[in-house]
């Protein structure tokens, strides 16, 4: 019975190690590519080969040709009176002969178109052609006296009837201004003259106050008559004589001709 179990025991002893040399030839042979070729290799395994650095030699630049710059020539320009065509000068040689061969008058002031139009055509049927002007002017035409403004117009109340109570010269001139730079003063009057306005400022100091004067302008329309004559032309004194006897108050003047 021993000697059984012993060859027993021998005997996978021995099978054993028949399985183990089985099993290194299966190893071998499946490190072996299936695939024809060349075996594969790992990238780090594979030797690096030597890589030589290209030193760049130093390349002559081609130097730039430069050409010379010519320098440049000013143009003086000419004057615009050089470049003016001769048919403009000779234009200007007429214009200037053309102004030396007349003569210029204005008439007037005339305060009313009406008056104006009348000389008109009686110059015109004497053969005078004439060109009608209009204007403005600020004329002063009065003086105005009063008494400074109050500050209340109770006071400036008060101050009329103390100048009526003591029969103040022309009381009907008297009036409060109610608005305006002026308000709550008392007018005492208008004088067209000067000596007038002085006048009543006395009247009204010997009553007890004291006024002022300011002077009174207007703006007037004026009209004026503007006339050409050839210069050896003139107008005559009779004409004349006649207009001015009927407008006083207008004049003949010489003026230089525009052109």
Request: include cysteine; charge should be positive.
């Amino acid at each position: 019975m021993r000697g059984i179990l012993i060859s027993l025991l021998l005997l996978n002893v021995a099978y054993f190690g028949w399985q183990l040399s089985q099993h290194d030839k299966k190893e071998e042979s499946a490190l072996i590519s299936p695939f024809p070729g060349k075996q594969l290799v790992l990238l780090s395994e594979e030797p690096q080969p030597i890589i030589k650095k290209k030193t760049r030699t130093p390349t002559k630049r081609k130097a730039k040709k430069t050409t010379p710059r010519t320098p440049k020539t000013s143009v003086k320009k000419q004057p615009s009176s050089a470049r003016l065509p001769s048919v403009e000068k000779t234009a200007l040689k007429r214009k200037s002969q053309t102004n030396s061969s007349i003569k210029c008058y204005a008439i007037g002031p005339f305060t009313t178109s009406s008056n104006l139009s009348t000389v008109a055509t009686t110059l015109e049927n004497n053969s005078i052609p004439s060109q009608q002007r209009a204007g403005t002017k600020r004329q002063q035409v009065g003086h105005w006296v009063y008494i400074p403004p109050e500050k209340s117009l109770q006071a400036a109340r008060k101050i009329l009837r103390d100048l009526k109570q003591k029969k103040i010269n022309k009381a009907s001139e008297l009036m409060i201004i109610a608005q305006g730079e002026r308000k709550n003063a008392v007018s005492v009057g208008v004088r067209q003259d000067e000596a007038l306005a002085t006048t009543r400022q006395q009247e009204v100091a010997a009553l007890g106050y004291k006024t002022q004067v300011t002077p009174i302008f207007r703006t007037q329309p004026q009209y004026w008559l503007d006339i050409e004559l050839p210069k050896t032309a003139t107008i005559d004194d009779k004409l004349w004589r006649q207009i001015n006897r009927n407008h006083p108050d207008i004049e003949l003047k010489s003026e230089a001709c525009d052109g």
